[in-house]
């Protein structure tokens, strides 16, 4: 099966410094992908739309500038999260589409970030 | 908009017990819908799903069909085992997004007690 994978998958990081997060497709090519932050017992929120090649699609109320992606190639997506502040730790995950089979995604392990 | 409802959890029973997780949603039409289910270290993985009306999905002894009169999607087991301690989401696709946007539930959490 389609496997997607994060690294890391947790990482500490003092506050006003950046955090990068890697999210691959090992198996199969993804032209986009999806950044969402899971907050604890709440839902998985969408952040953005990666897309290979061209500029991420970001949700509303999401901060481009703070939360930088990047899909430069097929099987990789990158999340900075820049000048980082205690408010960004959370649960993020990636996910990828299969070409085919629209509407399942097959998702990271999640990173967690603690900022402190 | 479209939006999906799921019980709060914790959910907590006993190894071969019966297992429902209500799901019930809003939507224009009729979309496909998911379970996704989240094991302990690990990330989210399709559990089932269904893409019309009265379909019923179904993958390792879980089951779920899509009752459009009732707008739900509720998850059942016969009997659940302590490896199916997760948290599980009801999900369907947002209207207008890219294929595979998602909206989830807050997602339940399932305790299997030996």
């Known amino acids: 099966g389609a496997v997607v994978s994060q690294h890391p998958s947790r990482v500490i990081c003092k506050s006003g410094t950046s955090v990068k997060i890697e999210c691959r497709s090992l198996d199969f090519q993804a032209t986009t992908m999806f950044w969402y932050r899971q907050f604890p017992k709440k839902s998985l929120m969408l952040m953005a739309t990666s897309n290979e090649g061209s500029k991420a699609t970001y949700e509303q109320g999401v901060e481009k500038d703070k939360f930088l992606i990047n899909h430069a190639s097929l099987t990789l997506s990158t999340l900075t999260v820049t000048s980082a502040h205690p408010e960004d730790s959370s649960f993020y995950i990636c996910?990828?589409?299969?070409?085919?089979?629209?509407?399942?995604?097959?998702f990271g392990e999640g990173s967690r970030l603690t900022v402190l | 908009g479209d939006s999906v409802t799921q019980m709060e959890g914790p959910v907590t029973l006993s190894e071969e017990a019966c297992l429902t997780i209500n799901c019930t949603y809003t939507a224009t039409g009729y979309p496909s819908l998911f379970w996704y289910v989240q094991y302990p270290g690990e990330g989210l993985q399709l559990l089932l799903k269904a893409t019309k009306a009265d379909d019923k999905g179904s993958n390792k002894g879980f089951e779920a069909t899509y009752r459009k009169e009732t707008t739900s999607f509720h998850l059942e087991k016969g009997s659940v085992q302590v490896s199916d301690s997760a948290v599980y989401f009801c999900a369907l696709p947002r209207v207008g997004g890219s294929q595979g946007n998602l909206i989830f539930g807050k997602g339940t959490k399932l305790s299997v007690k030996p």
């Open positions: 996910s990828a589409r299969l070409t085919g089979r629209a509407g399942e995604l097959f």
